[in-house]
């Protein structure tokens, strides 16, 4: 299992991107390591607000992609410099000013990676 230091996780979020959504947010990821691939996403939390991974979409290079699509036999294969779009429905979750992000994905070589990060809407 590699480990992925922490301040180089940070890196992938792109700071910026939070948006409000009518019944949810959205966030931008872009690949800034390395050749990669995402197995799943086990949650992502805003201010403390838990999406499951049913409630999550992760769209890229046009394709969109939801917790059943997405497996270690089924991975995302996610390219250096490629971008994505996490999108979380089902409930409001944003504040004025700051706003804390936690997200959980799973990746076959790395296992568990933990991304935290702060924006503003």
């Known amino acids: 299992m590699a480990i992925v230091p922490e301040f180089l996780i940070r890196k992938i979020y792109q700071k910026g991107s939070l948006k409000k959504l009518d019944n949810g947010a959205s966030i931008v990821l872009k690949n800034v390591l390395g ?10 939390k805003i201010n403390g607000v838990v999406f499951e991974s049913k409630d999550v979409k992760f769209i890229t290079n046009g394709v969109e992609y939801t917790a059943d699509d997405v497996s270690e036999e089924n991975p995302i294969i996610f390219r250096l ?8 429905t ?32």
């Open 90 to 121: 089902g409930k409001e979750c944003l504040a004025e000013g700051k706003n804390e992000i936690y997200i959980e994905a799973l990746n076959p070589e790395a296992g568990i990676v933990q991304l935290k990060a702060e924006d503003v809407v």
């Open 81 to 88: 410099g490629q971008s994505g779009t996490l999108v979380m």
């Open 35 to 44: 050749p990669g691939q995402i197995s799943g996403f086990n949650y992502v």
